[in-house]
């Protein structure tokens, strides 16, 4: 047999779609409740065996192989980090509005996943399961899956940090890491670099007169930033953006904009 193939981009493709279904099923875990009630709600009693999916360090890397042109993400040399904090973090589970549980996390922004774990000294990581009835409380942060309309003009699900909450606009931020790849020197006067992990945020709304649980790409060009709003706000937006001298590009400002959009 051609061991050639093996290596070849199509078979690890083909790995990746045999082995997806078995990866978001495997064994998943209980909640401890030694020290706090269990919840009687249907929200509550959803999370006892459904918070936490297990992982495979040996299917993460194949999924980083396949997502890099390259075939290889060098984790070890690389500048930077695929995590937005190394540690774990403590965080409260909630499931709805129910309180589901103390555990602790660390959001790996490269793959947009949260780890999980029930104690700080646990070796085991989990995956938070993508399910968007899951909202992570770290202090005054809170952490959910969404359904995102993309700078793409695409819809599909990522994790958002809520940054300001109204009854009609509220705002999310997400930061991405993006892996890029270093270059070698052409000759000796030329400097390699390394590969590096790189943050960046995006802004987002979601809107009570729109599509529900659904959170839209915020532009950071004036003209783009309030036309992705509906008609009947756009032209107030814009005189208050005058008016006030509104950066777009400043989340402080950006929490300005959301408060006034919910007195309107």
């Known amino acids: ?89 403590p965080c409260k589970l909630y499931v709805g509005d129910e309180f589901a549980g103390d555990f602790f996390y660390r959001h790996n922004a490269y793959n947009d996943e949260i780890e999980i774990k029930d104690y700080f000294q646990d070796s085991v990581k989990q995956s938070l399961h993508t399910d968007k009835r899951f909202r992570l409380i770290d202090g005054s942060k809170e952490i959910s899956l969404k359904t ?36 070698q020197p052409v000759n000796s006067l030329v400097r390699p670099t390394p590969d590096k992990f790189s943050n960046y945020t995006d802004y987002y709304y979601s809107s009570a007169a729109k599509e529900e649980d659904v959170a839209y790409f915020l532009p950071d060009r004036k003209n ?3 036309s992705s709003f509906d008609s009947d706000v756009a032209p107030k937006l814009k005189s208050f953006i005058k008016e006030n001298k509104i950066n777009i590009k400043k989340e402080t400002d950006l929490l300005l904009v959301i408060d006034y959009l919910n007195t309107l």
């Not at 699900?157 to 931020?173: A, C, P, Q, V």
Request: hydrophobic share 40%; charged share 15%.
């Open 1 to 89: 047999m051609n061991n050639r193939f093996f290596r070849q981009p199509n078979f690890i493709i083909m790995v990746v779609i045999i082995l997806c279904p078995l990866y978001a099923t495997m064994a998943q875990n209980t909640i401890n409740y030694n020290s706090q009630p269990i919840p009687i709600s249907n929200d509550g009693q959803f999370a006892l065996p459904n918070y936490a999916m297990s992982r495979n360090p040996a299917m993460d890397q194949l999924f980083s192989n396949v997502r890099n042109h390259e075939g290889r993400v060098d984790w070890i040399n690389a500048v930077g980090s695929p995590y937005l904090s190394e540690g774990f973090l």
């Open 224 to 226: 783009k930033f309030i």
């Open 148 to 183: 995102l309309y993309t700078e793409d003009e695409i819809y599909r699900n990522g994790y958002l940090t809520l940054i300001g909450k109204g009854e009609r606009f509220s705002l999310y931020s997400r930061t991405k890491v993006k892996f890029i790849e270093g270059t």
